[in-house]
């Protein structure tokens, strides 16, 4: 029985926690939980005593390393702010413990740099939770890729709406220095698809972006009220942008209850000061083999899905994903994946098509697919992280530290081009033979 440890217990932990007490209980124990805020973690035990469960062993997260050796942890489940996870990766591989990752890996060259490092002097096991590897699309577009031969370049456009893309500008991603940007925190997700399908890794980046939709600079579109976050703020009533905690049991226990004991407000206005992030970006990739990508992010869209479009030598790949074809007003003020957070109204749906050269398109047929869990990818992503009877993976789903690396070096790449207006070449952030 493998004993888990998580250290991070906010909204995402919860997935992780009921993986572990229910679906994996057989092969997986939940031995402690760490977080530096007392409610949250009172939150989750709340919720497991009552499923009936006993509640788990709950930490400070300064008493960290003593709660790995009291709990005799084999891996730790790392779920913190962003900035975070190198301090924590570290310390569990310093203590003997294997580790799983929310991503991105880190938000910075040097402490990528420090986690490398230590696993390699280690011998730990690290792994990213690049859970778009496990959605039966994705899986599909890897297996398909063979049939337009050499690949010459991939277009790739995701779109946010207004109610996900706005959540980034009201929670501490909204801070570069906490979630490293859009182009690391989310567009992670996407450049890792992209080294996974080509089997390569990126070589220079060119980006240009800007904060364009949200934040003080938004302002001036028409949108924006006068409060500073949306809990009690009279101008907030009808705001499709403002954040009701108070109505979604989750959100109440995790963030609004537990405002006393750090003063992390979860509902701020995402036109309010101090966003230093960017809203609309994109980048140019050019990979070690010789292929290219063109990425745009965009989120403040209206509806939510993204196009992928891959050339190659004997034909084209195209992947249309409509998560939800517009925002109902009756959902705008949720947050995507909590409950009543999609109407029936909004509508969804899917395509593969293969376009050999003088040949009719071939949509490809793909079992599988939800919408949700990121197209069904999570409960298969935790099956294969938690399970040591898991099926094998002639995919290769499953993604270790270097490939964590490198999909967050081309989001730093592209970041250090925002700043310099320059190429970046990647073996300037961090030297290959660190990677390896």
């Known amino acids: 029985m493998t004993r888990f440890a998580l250290v991070g217990a906010g909204a995402r932990a919860g997935m992780f926690i009921r993986a572990l007490t229910t679906d994996h209980a057989d092969v997986a124990q939940l031995v402690a939980l760490a977080d530096p805020n007392p409610a949250r973690l009172a939150a989750h035990n709340r919720r497991l005593q009552d499923q009936g469960q006993e509640p788990i062993a709950a930490y400070d997260v300064s008493d960290f390393t003593e709660m790995l050796k009291?709990?005799?942890?084999?891996?730790?489940?790392?779920?913190?702010?962003d900035r975070y996870h190198e301090q924590y990766l570290v310390a569990a591989m310093e203590a003997g413990c294997d580790a799983v990752t929310e991503k991105p890996m880190t938000t910075d060259a040097a402490s990528c740099r420090r986690i490398l490092a230590t696993q390699r002097r280690t011998g730990r096991n690290v792994r990213v939770t690049f859970n778009y590897r496990y959605n039966p699309l994705h899986e599909a577009v890897k297996r398909e890729l063979a049939q337009i031969g050499e690949i010459g370049s991939v277009h790739f456009e995701w779109l946010l709406d207004v109610r996900h893309g706005a959540?980034?500008?009201?929670?501490?991603?909204?801070?570069k220095a906490n979630s490293g940007g859009l182009l690391v925190h989310k567009a992670g997700h996407h450049f890792d698809l992209v080294n996974w399908w080509l089997d390569d890794e990126p070589e220079t980046v060119f980006a240009a972006g800007r904060l364009f939709f949200y934040g003080e600079q938004g302002r001036r579109h028409g949108y924006a009220r006068d409060y500073e976050r949306a809990h009690g703020a009279?101008?907030?009533?009808?705001?499709?942008?403002?954040?009701?905690?108070?109505?979604?049991?989750?959100m109440r226990e995790l963030y609004l209850d537990a405002e006393r004991h750090d003063g992390y407000l979860r509902d701020r206005n995402v036109?309010?000061?101090?966003?230093?992030?960017?809203?609309?970006?994109?980048v140019l990739v050019r990979y070690a083999r010789g292929a290219s990508m063109s990425y745009?992010?965009?989120?403040?869209?209206?509806?939510e899905g993204y196009r992928v479009m891959v050339n190659g030598s004997r034909g084209r790949l195209e992947l249309e994903v409509v998560e939800t074809d517009h925002v109902a007003p009756a959902a705008a003020a949720g947050v995507k994946g909590e409950p009543g957070s999609v109407s029936t109204a909004e509508q969804g749906w899917r395509r593969l098509l293969i376009r050999p050269f003088w040949a009719p398109p071939r949509e490809i047929d793909v079992d599988g697919y939800s919408r949700q869990g990121h197209g069904?990818?999570?409960?298969?992503?935790?099956?294969?992280l938690i399970r040591p009877d898991a099926p094998a993976d002639p995919l290769g789903r499953t993604a270790n530290a270097v490939d964590g690396a490198r999909a967050l070096l081309t989001g730093l790449a592209a970041n250090e081009s925002l700043a310099t207006g320059q190429a970046v070449r990647v073996q300037d952030l961090l030297d290959p033979e660190e990677i390896k």
């Open 376 to 384: 069904g990818a999570d409960v298969r992503m935790l099956a294969d």
């Open 70 to 81: 009291r709990e005799r942890v084999d891996v730790v489940l790392v779920t913190t702010v």
């Open 167 to 175: 959540d980034y500008f009201r929670r501490w991603h909204r801070d």
């Open 271 to 282: 036109f309010a000061p101090g966003v230093t992030i960017e809203d609309d970006m994109a």
């Open 234 to 250: 009279a101008d907030a009533e009808g705001d499709p942008f403002a954040l009701r905690m108070a109505d979604e049991p989750a």
């Open 296 to 303: 745009h992010l965009t989120a403040y869209a209206p509806w």
